[in-house]
């Protein structure tokens, strides 16, 4: 056999060709050689079978380290001859691998003369060669690995993007417009730069301002020089955004009572604009106190006169025309300021008269120092200094008496040098309100998905790069992670919590001195007592502070967020929306996929707010109506539909409005379904709506339905099991870092499910240019699917699910693009997805790689049922349930009945169609059991395939009469209803289902003898035979072995046939 070679992407080296059918013939030889030589007569051949079982050893062992070394080198390649900036920070190990390049390349050519695969390997010196090649690379990748770190301390944000993006920022380090793309990886909202443009609008190496991922955009304070080494003038621009905020902020002050506040916030960023009315507001409320103390008995009333004056002014505007942007602002505010009043209310209400008082000490009170010109937040006696982190135009969670309890606990256990450990059950806004906490001190928070896949190296790495940046780290569902490694965990935060109580500059982290920036947080949020999650150890619970997150303030949220929306009568609205979600929990029947947490109530809130926009002229119960309507009903069982319209017309009396629908698309949807061979039923289009709809509002959908009820593979049209991804990348497929250059291109037209695909054909006939990737999750390991560092050699293994993220989140047009996961839902693999799924929408991955879910982009999980998934999964995403009602079976088989040819076929087929049909599905629910469960459509598609079989020219000529195709139709449906039956203790049901049929039907007669089972269609006669008659009498051959004989009876003769 020869070897076969494939171009290397850059250079055109001949590369070694992974060939299965060679390494399979190499082991199957060496297997035959071991059995020449094991066998009694080997003395005549024992020489050369011995010669050859050493060449073929030579032959494996060389090309097994041929393939590590081209993969070690096609790595190194691209990093020390590809980039320059590398080659000048290691010149050294450039030299080294420029030799080693050259040695490579000689073995290459020297190989590729000789075709023959025992040839080429069995070279003497060969193999040391390759070995003494291997241990050079090893000396290189080690002095690479110590590179990135030097580069990971002078930058210490580098720790959170993953060694290939590094890399690739390193390469282009001298390209600040190239680096710019990975901004967002660096930054918590600072995406792109305004670059200084020469005379031919070239843009230079200085950056003007910034803009936020939501497309604010802010001027610098000074010009920020972009020039030098990237970790240089990373650092720099670090500088300037911090200094750009703080130098606003006073010039904010200084105008705030200069005009109107509705005016004034138009004057700066909604970072600036927001912090500026929370100091103002602890400065007013401090002058209250001051003249209350006066004896002005009625400051604090006046003040909350002027407030809820300024309130309402933000409120009409928000009732007005803005552009989103200035819409976002305007929200955050108006829910910040919304807390402020209450609080005041509240202390009227009580008679606080001292600014001493826990009332008031325990709120968050920013205050601008002038001595030390900075921002600092208080709250008990806790202090924090702001961060100056530029957020954008950020939502902000609103203010609950919750939420004021856990930043008291979260800021205290700062104050105490601790950590924070906010607990509780799914959807309570742990980690939301941490991250809250973060931005409302502008803070820089890193949340991290916790899973087993972390060891207590790379839990040890964020450390690392929290200390030296001086970040919050939130780790989500930290008791994922593996007790053992949790024990270490424990060791390294004590250590940073030591360091920072010793107020020491620099300390010893494992080993190494680091510095550390004292602002450090450690926050771990967990639902105890799911499954998968283990308990904390004793040493690791000492050092943080928990926190109950059990019971949110439902209404209080509901109603501030309608406000925000701008909803006028948002109290009596609360009201209404938590009364029917706190009735449906108690009324309606106990689904897993049920969820009525915040997450649904936010959902909902979210579309109540653009219908309202959308038709500002109706009346707010009706637009919110049907917004609870339109967004529950895809998710409800249809034996709760009558009692949720029932709740639903008890709490909004005589509204009649009808479901907002967008005629044009609807009818898209309908061509495209036609044009997919589907039926386009009023039910089906409704669910494709439905789908758009859901995906239009949550980033990640749950298709729900039984096996065939129209969500996974039914119909003729696309047969074959699914597609996994597996198909389309490789696995294992990585070098120690991603290989660069493009991957397989994703498939657009994979195998995705009737509702689905309709939707996607829609999008492509509306020239949306969808893409999908579908991948079966359960078909791999979670380690394949995620990727993990290979404990010994620390390399990183890239998994399928983060390089297809990784992939759709690199096509850069703006069509949807879904990751399709079809397969069984069980903790362990999608508790991974958490912090994709909810509202931080990045997967951070165990080599601290953050890939983050572009706006476009959507996960469609179809499944069965939700029976595995934890309450954190089920409230993470939108449900469509489909009921095996919404399909029926017409549609299938409508479908079918289109695709034959024969017009009188077709014709009689409907009428038997709608005759056998009804009935047996109805008996087979109702009567009969099964050996496994059939669903309807497993049934119904197993007479459709009977059919096709027996529905030949020979056997049913064109212009056969009726009775023709009853009798093979008759056939198909005993087997496919029947088939599966089994006789228990009591009854036999294939009797039972015999006897039934030969009552019901008696169009095709049987004969008098017997069950229906019993007779097959003879092909010539057309009569119905015994199987009997078939089985070939059972003749002993005195010559087999007995063991090989088989009888044949009955089943055996039957079986292969009913099977086809
Ligand atoms: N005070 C609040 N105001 C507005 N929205 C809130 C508030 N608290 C929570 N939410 C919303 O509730 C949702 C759930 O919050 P979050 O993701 O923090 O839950 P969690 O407690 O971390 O849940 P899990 O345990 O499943 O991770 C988020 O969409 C968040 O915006
Ligand atoms: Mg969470």
Redesign the pocket.
Known sequence: MAFEYEPHGRTQLPLLKMDEALIETLEDNQMQLQNVLASKYRAFFLQRAQDWQEKLSTTDTVINTWFEVQRKWSHLETIFIASEDTRSQLPEESKKFDTIDEDFRALVADAVKTPNVIECTNKPGLHTKLEALQDRLAVCEKALAEYLETKRLAFPRFYFVSSADLLDILSKGTEPLEVSRHLTKLFDSLAKLKFQEDADKKPQKVALGMFSRDGEYMDFDAECDLSGQVEVWLNRLLERMRSTLRSLMPQALGTYEDKPREEWVFDYPAQIALTGTQIAWTTEVGVAFASLEKGYENALKDYNKKQIARLNALISLLLGNLSAGDRMKIMTICTIDVHARDVIIKMIQTKVENSQAFAWQSQLRHRWDDGEKHCFANICDAQLRYAYEYLGNTPRLVITPLTDRCYITLTQSLHLYMGGAPAGPAGTG???TTKDLGRAVGMMVYVFNCSEQMDYKSCGNIYKGLSQTGAWGCF??FNRILVEVLSVIAVQVKCIQDAIRARKKTFNFLGETISLVPSVGIFI?MNPGYAGRTELPENLKALFRPCAMVVPDFELICEIMLVAEGFLDARLLARKFITLYTLCKELLSKQDHYDWGLRAIKSVLVVAGSLKRGDPGSAEDQVLMRALRDFNIPKIVTDDLPVFLGLIGDLFPALDVPRKRNLEFEKVIREAVVELKLQAEENFVLKVVQLEELLQVRHSVFIVGNAGSGKSQVGPDHPGPPLTLAKHIPWPPMAPWREQGPMAPPQAEAEIAPVLKSLNKTYKMLKRRPVTMDLDPKAVTCDELFGIIHPATREWKDGLFSTAMRDLANITHDGPKWIILDGDIDPMWIESL?TVM?DNKVLTLASNERIPLTPTMRLIFEISHLRTATP?TVSRAGILYINPADLGWSPIVASWIETRTEKSEKAALTILFDKYLPPCLEKLKSEFKTITPVPDVTAIQTVLSLLECFLTPQNVPPDSPREQYELFFVFACIWAFGGALFQDQLVDHRQQFSKWWLTEFKAIKFPSQGTVFDYYIHPNTKTFNLWDERVPAFELDPDVPLQVLVSKSLERQSTPEVLL
């Open positions: 742990k980690t939301e989500d569902e949020t958490n909810d954190a």
